[in-house]
């Protein structure tokens, strides 16, 4: 019966090049026309159609990470780049709608984030060995969308870029009291900290990233500059000139929104500027894939802008800058990819076979879901304040223009 539906499922879904199935029963039948890419994979597992009918990304990551699943010269990026691509153009068939129904009514539960879930989520994915990360990062350890202001950035490049263009939104000055919500391991608080003379508190609830950041601040020369709190967003105090929160908001969670912006509010000076730098999706509002709340990132959500705004407009604030980053991530995430490919033998030594197969499959799905799936990332800028910003963009690129018109002199 099930090898039956997964058919149906599958004969809906590809319209676009051909995917080849091998079947537990050792049969195998052939999707798509056959008018671009080409992919084979096999299922070894009795169990597997069942699993992949009622959840496909749970089925098929599942069954890759535990090898029940065979995909023809390990292709992955070629696989998930049909399947997106046709999931993308076709949407679900009338028998998995109430499926997906179901999973938007439990999205609720899924998202809600008080403090103690909020830490353990943060845990799972951040508190991981800190060599891992030094193995696909850049050397400043960013671990949020580049942006690439010329086609031919190195990733070092972009991650530098990423930080000056929000530096530069953020309109930072000498002496101010600035906020980093979701400091990371502290490369945006110590680059203000160096390059802007801003003082800075960094909250996060991940151990890890907590003493490594203050560490680098100390090595830096800075920690009278820049520190770096073991703290939820939602208990700090005080008053402060600018807030920055890159690459956090996706683990807020739908029902805190209110208490998210809210701090914000609270916590700002009524001439201040936030800055929210977050993965969001270019439609409406939706799920998270049930595979990577799992494995990934327990609690997350990228939301859809009206998702956001709707909350920024309840607590008063004014939105000054919208910008929307298309395919930076996808270009982010490829090298983060390549780099991760090129050292996963000692991937394997930190941890073993199933972390690799998982964390690969995660990168490469990211990454096709920004390419192929209309994910985007999101940077809000507001205020309390309507005139607390510049009256047009001209301030974000005059130091370029001025540049260029130095050397059109020359």
Same mark, same amino acid.
């Given at each position: 019966?099930?090898?039956?539906?997964?058919?149906?499922?599958?004969?809906?879904?590809?319209?676009?090049?051909?995917?080849?199935?091998?079947?537990?029963?050792?049969?195998?039948?052939?999707?798509?026309?056959?008018?671009?890419?080409?992919?084979?994979?096999?299922?070894?597992?009795?169990? !597997?159609?069942?699993?992949?009918?009622?959840?496909? +990304?749970? *089925?098929? /990551?599942? $069954?890759? &990470?535990?090898? #029940?699943?065979?995909?023809?010269?390990?292709?992955?990026?070629?696989?998930?780049?049909?399947?997106?691509?046709?999931?993308?153009?076709?949407?679900?068939?009338?028998?998995?709608?109430?499926?997906?129904?179901?999973?938007?009514?439990?999205?609720?539960f899924d998202q809600s984030n008080p403090v103690a879930r909020s830490r353990a989520n943060v845990a799972h994915h951040y508190d991981l060995s800190g060599e891992l990360y030094d193995l696909f990062l850049d050397e400043d350890r960013n671990y949020s969308c580049a942006y690439f202001a010329r086609p031919d950035m190195t990733l070092e490049e972009a991650q530098a870029a990423k930080k000056q263009?929000?530096?530069?939104?953020? !309109?930072?000055?000498?002496?101010?009291?600035?906020? +980093?919500? *979701?400091? /990371?391991? $502290?490369? &945006?608080?110590? #680059?203000?900290?160096?390059?802007?003379?801003?003082?800075?508190?960094?909250?996060?609830?991940?151990?890890?990233?907590?003493?490594?950041?203050?560490?680098?601040?100390?090595?830096?020369?800075?920690?009278?500059?820049?520190?770096?709190?073991?703290?939820?967003?939602?208990?700090?105090?005080?008053?402060?000139?600018?807030?920055?929160?890159?690459?956090?908001?996706?683990?807020?969670?739908?029902?805190?929104?209110d208490a998210f912006f809210s701090s914000v509010t609270r916590l700002l000076k009524p001439e201040g500027i936030a800055l929210i730098h977050t993965i969001g999706r270019a439609g409406p509002p939706g799920t998270t894939s049930p595979w990577i709340l799992k494995y990934i990132f327990p609690g997350g959500y990228c939301p859809a802008m009206s998702e956001a705004m709707a909350a920024v407009e309840?607590?008063?604030?004014?939105?000054?800058?919208?910008?929307?980053?298309?395919?930076?991530?996808?270009?982010?995430?490829?090298?983060?990819?390549?780099?991760?490919?090129?050292?996963?033998?000692?991937?394997?030594?930190?941890?073993?076979?199933?972390?690799?197969?998982?964390?690969?499959?995660?990168?490469?799905?990211?990454?096709?879901?920004?390419?192929?799936?209309?994910?985007?990332?999101?940077?809000?800028?507001?205020?309390?304040?309507?005139?607390?910003?510049?009256?047009?963009?001209?301030?974000?690129?005059?130091?370029?223009?001025?540049?260029?018109?130095?050397?059109?002199?020359?």
């Open positions: 019966m099930w090898s039956k539906t997964l058919d149906h499922l599958l004969t809906h879904l590809f319209r676009q090049g051909r995917l080849r199935v091998t079947f537990p029963d050792g049969t195998t039948r052939s999707y798509g026309p056959g008018n671009g890419r080409e992919c084979a994979v096999v299922l070894h597992h009795p169990a !597997l159609p069942r699993r992949i009918v009622l959840s496909p +990304d749970m *089925g098929v /990551g599942e $069954g890759y &990470m535990d090898g #029940t699943i065979t995909i023809e010269d390990d292709d992955v990026y070629g696989f998930l780049s049909l399947a997106i691509q046709n999931i993308a153009a076709q949407g679900q068939p009338w028998f998995r709608r109430p499926l997906e129904a179901l999973r938007r009514l439990k999205r609720r263009h929000i530096a530069r939104k953020l !309109l930072i000055e000498p002496g101010m009291r600035v906020l +980093d919500i *979701g400091c /990371g391991w $502290g490369s &945006m608080g110590i #680059t203000l900290a160096r390059n802007f003379g801003a003082e800075v508190v960094g909250v996060t609830l991940s151990r890890e990233q907590h003493e490594m950041a203050n560490a680098r601040a100390a090595k830096a020369g800075l920690s009278d500059k820049v520190r770096f709190e073991l703290m939820d967003y939602r208990d700090v105090q005080g008053e402060f000139d600018r807030i920055v929160s890159i690459g956090m908001f996706e683990h807020v969670g739908v029902p805190q929104y309840r607590q008063g604030l004014v939105t000054t800058d919208v910008e929307v980053w298309r395919l930076h991530y996808a270009e982010t995430l490829k090298e983060w990819r390549k780099r991760f490919e090129a050292n996963i033998d000692r991937v394997r030594a930190l941890y073993d076979e199933r972390f690799c197969r998982m964390w690969r499959y995660y990168l490469i799905a990211s990454e096709l879901t920004f390419r192929l799936n209309n994910q985007v990332v999101f940077q809000f800028q507001m205020t309390p304040k309507q005139d607390a910003v510049p009256l047009t963009r001209d301030y974000l690129y005059r130091e370029e223009a001025d540049s260029e018109g130095r050397g059109a002199a020359a």
